[in-house]
């Protein structure tokens, strides 16, 4: 999971947030209660009580002896936690001191005549006063609170704790939020690799918030789209079907006539003919551009064997070109293994050797050459045509272009095989590109080399291939 | 006179059925065929088709891949439980899926729609070749575990019968009368489906394979037949590298 994922930045973000709200709560109510560690100054009732506290004190150790006093500074010790010294009017110690801090609380008192109040590191308030008792005598009294007040130090554990518990629930948001976001891309990725049925709103249970409307509208779309792919498909059918019945019947009429005719209707008939044919292929093209492009296309995933693929095709290529003075030629053929459709590919390569024979003047040679380098199998079709102007080579893959209107309809061509031939090749994840070299127009077609690419090697299945192992079987 | 010689044509006549939903089409190709000593008779659905095709009076069937209700394959794979009648396929041109199905089907030939009358005329008469050829009395052909009876036109391999078409058995006895050899896919089209090979024609490759499927791998890892590209296959002797 990187951190550009809306679930870790929502995560980050809502935690974040929480972590610096508790952290900053108790910054604030740290620092406005240690700003003023003098309980009498902040809080006057608190003063008020520590004044009595001092007071009913002195008067039990006053009244009541010593052995009162020592009771009731148990009490208090057990009670509330508190330690309770006295001191007489010159400092000295009638009951305790319980620390030195008590101690030396008592001197200052005994020395300014004011009450004093001291803050410990450990958080605990030391505070005394000079009492005079009602029977006159002057005492000094003081006391060690065990937790006069608030926390005086940030609580660590309890701000961890709370960071924690927060991030939990930022994690179970930032899910909540995000997981039908992950649904939805599920059934965007499958609806777009060619499953029409994907849907959402199943996967989203009862929510009824914006994401699940979204999936709805998601959904609502998906429908839309295979309906339209779906009647697209029909439609490519019965236009195949539509467009070729006249044409198949067309061609027996044709014969019919040729049979009842004389030789001077010949020539007109035979063009006819031609004219068929060309309409059949232009049929076939457009029906195999537009399949291709609808995505109404599914591409097999066979281990298709390049090398005899190509020879295959040159050999064909080298039926019709004869007769025209012309000749395809392999340069270089390495066994190259690639994943696709068979009869796509053939196609392709096909559309474009034939489109450089088409240009190669009567004499010439079509350089085909085919080879893999790291990953991808490289094809190249050298033709020693006219080429084609360097501002044009990249439209030269469009429907129906032409670099030059008449030579191009005098050469035959529908200006498909190479846009055929283009979008095959990306549908199996290749490019294809056009250069001009010094002799003609190249095609270099790149193809991604299936992971078995490369063939066992000869001389292995040579040594497997025993007669030994045959004499068994 | 008129009236004679239009007999003594019928009597020529050979008898085709013709599987196709196009009327038209079916009517124009009767027309056309009659000129050529065919006997076209036409049926415009799957089951009806069907059951004429069972009937066994027809010496080839052309079936219309691309038919209503029920599809050409289907008539096909119907047909072939009951019957050896030789099937030429029409498939819809750019479908090699059907063509290869319909060839694994054990349809004869294909031919590729909308076609020239022509070539059709051709592919029914190579196909009437084949079939017509009169059971040879040749001596049966022993290599390895492969034994081939051409009086009866059977196969064994390793002892079990082996089901082959009528083009996949020309082709392999093409094959063992010269194990070891290279053949080219121009003699063996010519040899297997009695036409010569056209551009662009892959069906010799489609039996080829269907071949090599039916009959399997020497011990289990060696192909029988192998592609040499360029040339054409080779029918490998046991313990063979070309």
Redesign the interface.
């Known amino acids: 999971m990187t951190l550009r994922t809306l679930f870790v930045k929502i995560f980050l973000c809502f935690w974040l947030a929480a972590a610096l709200l508790i952290v900053s709560l108790n910054v604030m109510l740290w620092v406005s209660t240690s700003s003023e560690p003098n309980p009498e100054k902040r809080r006057g009732a608190f003063g008020e009580a520590l004044n009595l506290y001092a007071e009913s004190a002195v008067q039990v150790y006053d009244r009541e002896g010593r052995q009162a006093f020592g009771q009731y500074v148990d009490r208090s010790r057990k009670d509330a936690g508190t330690e309770i010294d006295l001191f007489d009017g010159k400092g000295d110690p009638i009951a305790g001191p319980s620390s030195p801090d008590t101690a030396k609380v008592a001197q200052e008192i005994q020395q300014s005549g004011e009450h004093v109040s001291h803050l410990t590191s450990l958080g605990r308030l030391t505070w005394g006063r000079p009492v005079i008792a009602p029977s006159g005598k002057s005492y000094i009294f003081v006391t060690r609170l065990r937790q006069p007040y608030v926390p005086r130090q940030l609580p660590l554990t309890g701000v961890i704790f709370t960071i924690l518990a927060s991030g939990l629930i930022a994690f179970l948001l930032a899910r909540y939020l995000t997981s039908p976001v992950k649904k939805l891309q599920t059934a965007v990725q499958s609806f777009a690799a060619g499953n029409l049925a994907a849907r959402v709103t199943p996967e989203l249970g009862n929510r009824k918030d914006e994401l699940a409307e979204l999936g709805r509208e998601f959904d609502h779309m998906a429908e839309r789209i295979q309906a339209l792919i779906n009647s697209q498909k029909r439609l490519l059918a019965d236009i195949s079907h539509e467009l070729r019945s006249p044409l198949a019947r067309l061609s027996v009429a044709l014969e019919l006539a040729r049979k009842n005719s004389n030789e001077k209707a010949e020539p007109a008939l035979d063009r006819i003919e031609k004219e068929g044919e060309r309409l059949n292929k232009l049929v076939g093209q457009l029906l195999a551009l537009t399949r291709l492009e609808s995505g109404a296309e599914k591409i097999s995933s066979e281990t298709v064997m390049l090398e005899d693929l190509v020879q295959q095709i040159v050999d064909d290529a080298n039926y019709e070109a004869k007769p025209l003075h012309k000749e395809v030629i392999v340069t270089q053929l390495q066994a190259c293994r690639v994943i696709g459709s068979p009869e796509l590919l053939r196609s392709a390569i096909e559309n474009v050797i034939r489109n450089a024979v088409r240009y190669t003047p009567a004499a010439a040679e079509v350089e085909v050459c085919l080879q893999w380098k790291l990953d991808t199998a490289e094809l190249t079709v050298t033709d020693h045509g006219p080429g084609v102007p360097e501002s044009e080579l990249k439209n030269i893959f469009q429907p129906f272009y032409r670099v030059s209107e008449a030579r191009e309809r005098s050469s035959g061509g529908a200006g498909l095989g190479l846009s055929i031939a283009d979008r095959t090749v990306k549908l199996h994840g290749g490019t294809i590109e056009a250069s001009n070299t010094e002799s003609g127009l190249r095609v270099t077609i790149h193809l991604p080399l299936a992971p078995n690419h490369r063939p066992p090697d000869a001389d292995s299945s040579h040594a497997a291939f025993s007669p030994a192992s045959l004499a068994s079987g | 006179m008129l009236g004679q010689s239009s007999a003594k044509i019928r009597e020529k006549m050979i008898p085709i059925l013709i599987i196709d939903d ?1 009327v ?2 079916t009517k ?2 009767e ?2 065929l009659q ?1 050529e000593q065919f006997e076209l008779t036409a049926a415009h659905d799957g089951p009806g088709g069907l059951e004429k095709a069972l009937s066994n009076t027809y010496s080839v069937v052309v079936l219309d891949v ?1 038919l209503p209700g029920m599809s050409g394959l289907d008539v096909l794979k119907q047909l072939r439980q009951k019957s050896s009648a030789p099937v030429l396929m029409l498939t ?3 479908s ?1 899926l059907d063509r290869i199905l319909g060839l694994e089907l054990g349809a004869d030939d294909y031919l590729a ?6 070539e059709l005329v051709a592919r029914l008469r190579a196909i009437l070749r084949r079939t017509n050829n009169a059971p040879s009395a040749a001596a049966p052909i022993h290599i ?2 492969l034994e081939l009876h051409p009086e009866s036109r059977s196969v064994t391999c390793g002892g079990k019968p082996v089901t082959l078409t009528g083009a996949e058995f020309d082709l392999l006895y093409t094959f063992l009368r010269s194990p070891g050899k290279i053949i080219s896919r121009e003699d063996l089209t010519q040899a297997a489906l009695g036409r010569p090979m056209s ?2 024609d892959r069906s010799i490759d489609v039996h080829v394979s269907n071949l090599r499927r039916k009959l399997g791998t ?5 192909e029988r037949i192998k ?1 040499i ?2 040339s054409g296959y080779i029918y490998l002797l ?2 063979e ?1 070309p």
Do not use: I, S, T, V
Not at chain 2, 218 to 222: I, L, M, Q, T
């Open positions: 196009d038209e089409l124009l190709l027309e056309y000129g691309m819809a041109r750019g090699e729609k909308p076609f020239n009358p022509r390895a575990d551009p662009m020497y011990d289990g890892n060696h592609a590209r360029g046991p313990g590298q």
